[in-house]
């Protein structure tokens, strides 16, 4: 079982602190886009277009290799428990390394194949509060690793159309734990699914050979993908059980991209839809067991209640080196829209309202190379007051409760792409 054994290890290195709107991560990749805000459907051009866009691919005239380092670090707030103690509380700070590796290169005069691995979406988080008087952790690390490879084609006219099949991995480790007892919530389910895709589009509607300006547009599609995953045996809500199973939806997204230069300077802009309503609930069952004896399965439901969001990118670029335009630097802003609910809110994700990131970066251009380093900042914050629970229809006992949420988070991002001469 390779799969079983790589996602649990990602998983310790990349548990994220929290997750996007969503399960995804609205801080990726890589340092040359987030650098603009993460704005790229239109313009990526290099191996990172198997996530941003395929139809990118089809600018990769020559062989290129990429690999990105992304460091993300930072806290939330929430409340995981229902007594003071656990109100309102920030969580242990957390630092998770995120990657990615590409490459992608010409195969005719029409034809760009492509690979790439990196983890997709995550979330997370880890609390440490005292329940009638023994100290307890309360954590959740979430994370999706991504395989895609792609191909992109040039068709007349200037358009780019690319397609990128996925094969995902997930892994979640659950545990609540008063110190000293036994636990009352500690599983580990993994699985993965290979029925995703990804589709794009990429127009240059203006070219800056024939005239002021180059306008370039992009559209990207990605599916939803439900993955099933398992443990052998684990804890929920005190209940032991074995042959556990669940499922996890990573919601559709579409992005549409625009992309004008001028005279070196770049404008770019996405605006991204969320099919986040595609995850309203899941359910984790298993067989109960009760002294060393089958009790019968019996299943524990998760609601999440998510709603669809938008996504806004605004990215700027100005070269410093106007003759040669070697050294680049940019800046830019996401506005993420509210997808959790605050009526089945979660403490380890982001706070049921919307979040912003600030961005910022700088690019280099040697001889057959891109390098680019970015920093962005991410915060957003939200209420939960009883009256939001009461609209309850349904019992969700892996649910939070009222109190202030809040997210800050950091992420650092450099990136290496080399093209072979």
């Known amino acids: 079982m390779p799969y079983r054994y790589l996602s649990m290890t990602c998983v310790f290195l990349l548990a994220s602190p929290a997750m996007a709107g969503g399960y995804d991560t609205p801080m990726l990749y890589t340092a040359e886009h987030m650098g603009a805000g993460g704005a790229a459907a239109a313009w990526v051009n290099d191996p990172s277009a198997l996530f941003h866009n395929p139809a990118g691919l089809a600018h990769t005239d020559r062989f290129a290799s990429l690999i990105d380092i992304s460091y993300l670090s930072g806290r939330i707030t929430g409340s995981p428990g229902n007594v003071p103690e656990a109100t309102s509380i920030q969580s242990e700070p957390t630092a998770a390394p ?184 899941s359910e984790l069952k298993g067989m109960q067991i009760l002294d060393n004896e089958d009790q019968g399965v019996l299943g524990v439901k998760n609601i999440f209640d998510w709603q669809d969001a938008q996504t806004w990118r605004l990215g700027l670029q100005a070269p410093l080196a106007l003759r040669d335009q070697k050294l680049l630097a940019r800046v830019g802003y996401a506005y993420d829209g509210t997808t959790s609910s605050k009526v089945y809110p979660t403490a380890f994700g982001t706070p049921p ?39 309850r229809t349904e019992v969700c006992l892996f649910c939070s409760h009222p109190g202030e949420y809040e997210i800050t988070l950091n992420g650092l991002y450099a990136s290496v792409i080399y093209e072979v001469p």
């Open 98 to 281: 995120f990657f990615m590796i590409g490459a992608a290169g010409a195969v005719t005069e029409k034809i760009r194949l492509g690979l790439a691995f990196y983890p997709i979406a995550s979330a997370g988080g880890s609390y440490q509060y005292t329940l009638v008087g023994n100290p307890v952790v309360d954590s959740t690390k979430l994370v999706f690793l991504e395989a895609s490879p792609g191909l992109a084609i040039r068709l007349p006219g200037r358009v780019n159309i690319g397609l990128g099949y996925r094969f995902t991995l997930m892994t979640l480790t659950r545990l609540t734990q008063p110190e000293g007892q036994l636990p009352t919530t500690n599983f580990e389910l993994t699985g993965s699914e290979a029925s995703g895709f990804r589709a794009g589009l990429q127009w240059t509607a203006l070219e800056a050979s024939k005239g002021p300006i180059e306008l370039q547009l992009g559209l990207s599609y990605r599916h939803r993908v439900i993955v099933p995953v398992a443990a052998a045996n684990g804890t929920a809500v005190t209940m032991n059980f074995r042959d556990i199973e669940s499922t996890f939806t990573l919601p559709s997204r579409l992005i549409a991209g625009l992309s004008a230069q001028k005279s070196g300077y770049r404008l770019h802009v996405d605006v991204e839809h969320g099919f986040n309503s595609q995850n309203q609930s």
């Open 353 to 391: 309202g919307p979040t912003q990131v600030l961005t910022a970066g700088f690019g280099l251009r040697p001889k057959n190379m891109k390098i680019d380093l970015a920093f962005a900042h991410r915060f957003g914050s939200a209420t939960v007051r009883q009256s939001d629970l009461e609209k």
